[in-house]
């Protein structure tokens, strides 16, 4: 190459620079300064194609940010993976890579349809590291034809690299910085709207529409956890018609990345505490931990909606109950009925229970779909559809159950009641059945109110407050003395009247000996007044029922 050749490049090689220079000066947009590089070195290099690979955050792969014509449209959707391609090898080696001609057939290349690398026979990879070094990206420059670089153009195209390179760092710099300003905005005002939503319904799609904009998705789902089972459901999408699958499984959730050049995936659990509640899904981007720092807010705004309606609910149903159980069912109850999913044209057994823990209480909620519970400390109170099984069917389920939690619980069950009117007698039904349950020495099981035979009838009377009797009176008086000292003349009473009289067999059965039975009837008659000589021993005999069952009446109050 002649002087004057030399001279002449060397000029044309230093206005291009003070262009470059210019160009990256004049903008600190990272697409503007990626643009006028593809720009400036297709015309100072004479190529046919520019291509400009950045580093993800993650610095595993080489993103394609900008490409000459016809290749511009392809910037963000194709990837180089570490160690993929010319441009890996430059960047690792930290210099200029070149190959001369046949560029497909060297081993470092990485041939992408995409970019119709088989018409290109030269190749230059030129890395770009920032002023301490850091890798950054890379250059590539593509000739159809073979061509072999000067060393005057590889001077020409480090010195352009070191430039571009501090413009990168720039613009980047400032692109982030401005990234995040707007994703804490974005955050702020996601955080603003989470703490207003009252409802699931006001909350996802908020929560779905401001993550698709804050993580520049394609799409975002939502995803909760069923009450039972390993399914998450989608209940949210933004956009609303995403063609995506309806549920996933558990196994199924953790961060994702697509292969090749298919879009990333990000799923990450809502979690609050140590609760598991769903799973946000977003595709089309790769920011996990912005997806983590969205999913922890919405997990805390659904965690509080659930806890608030579980104790409307909970008031709903109880306010339901009580309406019922006192007759004051009118259209506030239907409404209440209706918001409940109760339907009240269909038969229901009412059932109350003391004792119970949380094992039982979720049993008897599988009893049937639409079951209200309504539950205080260790008592309860249920409505249970009975569906086409039938009222019996239920019942020995229901003893099922019992039986298989080894449960310590007394429960008793109404009959089928239809209507707001019957189940307000069921509730009575069901309070007999449990004190009967007592009564009968079946404290350890389930009752059902069809079962109590004659005590029926006299717990209707023991429950009249206006019935009073002088033998009701006088026994009465002994429950009070066994529960003021400790004794166990009523028992004893019981026992005699139950044993027709007999004092061995009395004896016997309380384990005591026949003077000491003698003794305690004879306080009985001076606390009593009784005459088991003369009176009725069968009006004595409902008293100490009647007595026992206002008794386990009263342990069977319904809570409020």
């Not at 909970?314 to 109760?342: P, V």
Request: glycine share 8%; hydrophobic share 45%.
């Amino acid at each position: 190459m002649g002087i004057a050749t030399r001279q002449t490049t060397a000029a044309v090689e230093g206005r291009f620079l003070r262009e470059i220079v210019s160009a990256v000066g004049s903008t600190l947009d990272l697409e503007e300064v990626l643009e006028g590089v593809v720009r400036l070195l297709s015309d100072a290099s004479a190529v046919h194609a520019c291509f400009v690979y950045l580093l993800d955050r993650d610095g595993k792969r080489l993103v394609l940010r900008a490409a000459s014509a016809p290749y511009a449209h392809l910037a963000g959707r194709i990837e180089l993976k570490r160690g993929e391609g010319l441009a890996w090898w430059a960047l690792t080696k930290r210099r200029t890579a070149f190959i001369r001609e046949n560029a497909l057939d060297d081993p470092r290349m990485k041939y992408v349809p995409e970019l119709e690398e088989e018409r290109f026979q030269s190749l230059v990879a030129v890395p770009l590291h920032g002023k301490r070094g850091d890798p950054i990206g890379a250059i590539t420059l593509d000739t159809e034809a073979p061509r072999e670089f000067t060393d005057s153009e590889v001077e020409f195209l480090d010195a352009s690299a070191s430039l571009i390179a501090g413009a990168i760092e720039n613009a980047r710099l400032y692109d982030e910085t401005r990234q995040r300003v707007s994703e804490l905005e974005q955050l702020t005002e996601l955080a603003e709207a989470v703490a207003a939503a009252e409802t699931l319904e006001v909350l996802g799609p908020e929560v779905a529409r401001r993550a698709r904009e804050l993580l520049n998705a394609e799409n975002v789902r939502i995803y909760l956890r069923e009450s039972e089972g390993d399914r998450l459901i989608c209940r949210f999408a933004e956009p609303p018609e995403s063609d995506e699958p309806i549920s996933i499984g558990l196994s199924e959730l953790g961060p994702e990345v697509g292969r090749g050049s298919r879009a990333a995936r990000v799923a990450v659990s809502l979690v609050a505490g140590d609760e598991l509640l769903g799973a946000l899904v977003a595709d089309g981007t790769r920011e996990l931990d912005l997806a983590r720092t969205v999913a922890n807010q919405a997990a805390v705004a659904i965690k509080k909606i659930q806890v608030l309606e579980r104790l409307t609910e909970k008031n709903l149903i109880k306010d339901f109950f009580e309406e019922l159980a006192e007759h004051r069912a009118g259209e506030a109850t239907e409404s209440r009925a209706r918001r409940l999913g109760c339907d009240l044209k269909v038969p229901h057994l009412v059932l109350a229970a003391v004792r119970v823990d949380d094992s039982l209480e979720r049993g008897i909620a599988s009893l049937a779909r639409a079951t209200l519970i309504d539950r205080r400390d260790e008592s309860l109170r249920a409505l249970v559809p009975v569906g086409t099984t039938g009222a019996a069917r239920v019942l020995d389920e229901l003893r099922r159950i019992h039986a298989d939690f080894g449960s310590d619980a007394a429960i008793g069950v109404s009959s089928a009641c239809v209507g707001a009117t019957a189940l307000g007698h069921g509730f009575e039904e069901a309070r007999h059945a449990l004190a009967g349950a007592a009564l009968m020495r079946r404290d350890r099981g389930v009752l059902g109110y069809d079962e109590l035979g004659a005590y029926k009838y006299l717990l209707r009377i023991a429950m009249e407050a206006g019935a009073r009797d002088s033998t009701i009176d006088a026994v009465a008086k002994l429950a009070e003395y066994d529960r003021e000292r400790g004794a166990a003349l009523l028992p004893t009473l019981e026992e005699f009247l139950g044993r027709r009289g007999n004092i061995s067999a009395t004896s016997d059965a309380l384990f005591v000996h026949p003077n000491t039975l003698r003794q305690r009837l004879r306080r009985i008659a001076d606390l009593t007044g009784i005459d088991l000589r003369r009176d009725d021993w069968l009006m004595v005999e409902i008293a100490v029922k009647l007595v026992r069952l206002r008794s386990a009446l009263e342990a069977a109050k319904p809570h409020t």
